[in-house]
């Protein structure tokens, strides 16, 4: 594994060391964003709260809406 490490630095054109210290530097940048409250859904997503018109108003309340929900599945 040292020895690839030293051939793929060296067609970089860096030390092994630096090599490997910008790569993990580059990967953690990489992840940070979901670590740190990047994007998230919500973010992601807002503009399309209230999108949808048409709808019954009482959808989240009324049980009646939810006859035949996840009947497909049977």
Same mark, same amino acid.
């Given at each position: 594994? !040292? &020895?690839? =490490? *030293?051939? *793929? +630095?060296?067609?970089?054109?860096? &030390? /092994?060391?630096?090599?490997?210290?910008?790569? =993990? $530097? #580059?990967?953690? !940048?990489? *992840?940070? /964003? @979901? %670590?740190?409250?990047?994007? *998230? =859904?919500? $973010?992601?997503?807002?503009? @399309?709260?209230? &999108? %949808?018109?048409?709808? /019954?108003?009482?959808? %989240? %309340? #009324?049980? !009646?809406? =939810? +006859?035949?929900?996840?009947?497909? !599945?049977?």
């Amino acid at each position: 594994m !040292k &020895s690839e =490490l *030293t051939l *793929t +630095a060296r067609r970089f054109g860096k &030390s /092994p060391a630096r090599f490997v210290r910008e790569t =993990l $530097e #580059n990967r953690l !940048k990489a *992840t940070q /964003p @979901l %670590a740190t409250g990047g994007s *998230t =859904l919500y $973010e992601l997503s807002c503009d @399309l709260c209230g &999108s %949808a018109h048409g709808g /019954p108003r009482d959808l %989240a %309340a #009324n049980k !009646k809406h =939810l +006859a035949g929900y996840g009947s497909w !599945k049977r």
